[in-house]
C-alpha cells in the first residue's frame, strides 16, 4: 500500500522560509519521479515540482522557480521540499504525489 505522509508546515511571515518532507512507503521509491502539488482555497489543484528518480534533474512551475528547491534521499525514501521567500500566494495545502496517490497534505499559511 502507497503511503505519503508529509510534515514541516506552518504559518510563516512573507519572505520567510519552511521546509516541507514526505514520507514515503509502500513501493520502491528509487525507481519514481516524485512531485509536490498544493491546493490553495477557491483554486484547482497546482503542479509545483519534480524531482527525477536520481535526483539529478528538477523541474518547477515558474512562479516558485528561484525560491524553491525540491531534493530526495534515496536511502531514506523521503522528498523535501525547500521554500524560501515565501509570499502570501503560496498559501496552500501542500502534498507529494506520486502517479495518482497524494498524501493527506500540510498546510502552509503565509501572513504577516
Known amino acids: 500500500e502507497v503511503q505519503l505522509v508529509e510534515s514541516g508546515g506552518g504559518l510563516v511571515q512573507p519572505g520567510g522560509s519552511l521546509r516541507l518532507s514526505c514520507a514515503a512507503s509502500g513501493f520502491t521509491f528509487s525507481n519514481y519521479y516524485m512531485s509536490w502539488v498544493r491546493h490553495a482555497p477557491g483554486k484547482g489543484l497546482e503542479w509545483v515540482s519534480t524531482i527525477n528518480p536520481g535526483g539529478g534533474s528538477t523541474f518547477y512551475t515558474d512562479s516558485v522557480k528561484g525560491r524553491f528547491t525540491i531534493s530526495r534521499d534515496n536511502a531514506k525514501n523521503t522528498v523535501d521540499l525547500q521554500m524560501d521567500d515565501l509570499k502570501p500566494e503560496d498559501t496552500a495545502n501542500y502534498s507529494c504525489?506520486?502517479?495518482?496517490?497524494w498524501g493527506q497534505g500540510t498546510q502552509v499559511t503565509v501572513s504577516s
Open positions: 504525489n506520486i502517479l495518482q496517490y
